[in-house]
């Protein structure tokens, strides 16, 4: 009695190939669309963060009456501080102002720890933060919200920036003023940092200097020693036409990535250069999503505002300047 053939047929080469070939399709159809959901995802938690940043700051305003200064650097009248050599300034940026009401409170108390005590109050002068010990440790501390989840700010090889100001000082109409000492090596290399950064505007408030200059007519909610309040924004441009924080990489963003900034230091970033994308100096604003920087306005609402704005866009410029009475550029620049 013959019995038949029980042995199952398995697969020929050719059916093996045919379906590696679909899994692999169907693995390069999902890898991109995975990818698109994480910078979905990624995109949407840093605009929270900018939106926490605008919260915080109409807190301050509400608890001080105006906008925490943009920084502490030179004071205007630079004739009665000729001995200075350009770092006899406190130097802290915006972003400290708003660590009480960012849930940092901790943070803001080892500021003034251990017999260090920073002078915040922006009419008077004292000696730059990095050379207290309770500042210098609490600098140290890396902060959710001043990160974008896109970027990775401490993967920068060559220097932390700790200090930055980016503004006109006396006759000079061009980019002034940033510094960052402290390279990436040893204590300084692991200084908390950030992605985000204050507004100044087109080139920020005529400092250092007597005569002011047609750069003001743009000047930001943000400059050196700002006080600008929000009945003064509502009543000028109005708050939801006004930028007031911004994204930056603080440097060059291709590899080798260069340069990042420290939040205890970080002030404010000028408008008047547009953004090089995707090759960005560190005085421009910048981010790694697709084709936009995301912006927060003086309302707190956040914004995407198009990549490879060029240098002296006036719709740039004009958006992001407190007083200059030009409004229109909010719908035609953003997405």
């Not at 000028?236 to 990489?249: I, R, V, Y």
Request: proline share 5%.
């Amino acid at each position: 009695m013959r019995h038949a053939n029980s042995r199952r047929r398995g697969f020929t080469l050719i059916e093996l190939l045919v379906v590696i070939a679909i899994i692999a399709i169907l693995i390069g159809l999902l890898v991109p669309a995975v990818q698109k959901v994480r910078e979905a995802a990624a995109r949407t938690q840093c605009s929270n963060n900018l939106k926490q940043l605008g919260v915080a700051a109409h807190n301050y305003a509400g608890a001080f009456g105006t906008l925490p200064p943009g920084s502490l650097g030179p004071l205007p009248d630079l004739g009665a501080l000729a001995n200075t050599n350009g770092y006899g300034f406190q130097y802290v940026g915006v972003l400290t102002y708003l660590l009480p009401y960012i849930e940092q409170d901790n943070v803001y108390k080892m500021i003034n720890g251990s017999g260090s005590v920073i002078n915040f109050d922006p009419t008077t002068i004292g000696p730059g933060w990095w050379n207290f010990a309770g500042p210098w440790t609490a600098a140290h501390t890396r902060i959710k919200t001043f990160h974008c989840p896109s970027d990775d700010p401490y993967l920068a090889t060559q220097a932390v920036w700790v200090l930055t100001q980016c503004e006109r000082q006396g006759t000079n109409s061009g980019r002034v003023f940033a510094a960052g000492f402290g390279v990436t090596q040893g204590s300084a290399g692991l200084l908390g940092r950030t992605n985000y950064v204050g507004v100044a505007g087109g080139l920020g408030h005529l400092s250092g200097g007597n005569v002011q200059s047609g750069w003001d007519f743009w000047e930001g909610v943000f400059t050196n020693r700002s006080s600008v309040s929000l009945t003064q924004l509502s009543a000028a441009d109005g708050s939801s036409n006004t930028l007031m924080f911004g994204e930056t990489l603080g440097g060059a963003q291709q590899a080798p990535r260069d340069t990042s900034f420290a939040w205890m230091g970080v002030g404010f970033l000028p408008t008047a250069y547009g953004d090089q994308d995707p090759s960005p100096g560190w005085w421009e604003f910048s981010s790694k999503h697709t084709n936009i920087i995301q912006f927060c306005y003086g309302d707190g609402s956040v914004h995407g505002v198009m990549k490879g704005r060029p240098q002296l866009d006036l719709l740039l410029v004009e958006l992001s300047a407190w007083h200059d009475g030009l409004i229109d550029p909010v719908n035609t620049i953003t997405n």
